[in-house]
């Protein structure tokens, strides 16, 4: 389906995400199956690219499906990629699957989020985690980097709030970086604000690999993290949701948990 819109927007939009994967015409050229002429004339509005080779501009760019589709409305075509909503049928079995997954975590944190890092479900050691919190932390939305580095949320008993906040901030720097969208950039503003000064880097400090380390009823705990995604979505709001799986980065850490929420 063809819907009317002006070329000037797909060429701005193939420039703007060609400059921001630091990625030459020529070299886009190459992985498109096109020639670099071909990527100047779009870029130049000279030629009107069918949806096929917009797809194929916007997969060799590894732009996120819900740019895809805005790059293809750009052109005038139908998206590519359906947005099912996550309470939706066609999600049923993802939501059961989350579940699961997030369940057989248990003793440790874990949870999954949206795109904005919105809540979409935790499991049981997560919430007793988060127990006294702010309700309006956890009224839905819930913002997951918002409630660690919110003073009325988990900064009080977050031990190395310096670092761990930095590592928050900077984590999300680079997916803005990525994948650019107004209420990235206005989150990471809010955020900056409430947090201290960039401390100096210790050994503590190891950038990728910064543990939380967090003040609980069982004592105090040391966390690690890591990321899940659905690498093979052609869904956009399977894409977008992402699983942050929190480990015990010691032998005290990990039995103060089992005591926190016994399975």
Known sequence: MLISTSPSQLSAGLRLWRTRR?????????????TQRHVSFIESGRSIPGREMVIRLAESLQLPLRDRNALLLAGGYAPA????PYDGAGLGAVRTALTEILEGHRP????AVDRRGDLVLANR????????ISDGLLSPPTNIPRLLLHPDG??????????????VIDALTREAVQNPAPESDAL???LTGLIPPRPDLTPGHLGFAVP????SAQGDLRLITTLTRFGTAVDVTLS???MEAFLPADPSTAAALRRLDPV
């Open 212 to 215: 939380l380390h967090l003040r």
């Open 108 to 111: 440790y944190p874990a949870v």
């Open 81 to 84: 990629y359906d947005e099912t």
């Open 240 to 242: 977008e949701l992402r």
């Open 22 to 34: 630091r990625v030459s015409q020529l070299e886009l050229a190459v992985r498109a199956g096109t």
């Open 188 to 190: 990471i503003e809010e």
């Open 125 to 132: 050691t997560f919430h007793v985690l988060t127990a006294g």
């Open 154 to 167: 988990l900064a009080p008993r977050i031990l190395n709030f310096p670092e761990w906040s930095w590592h």
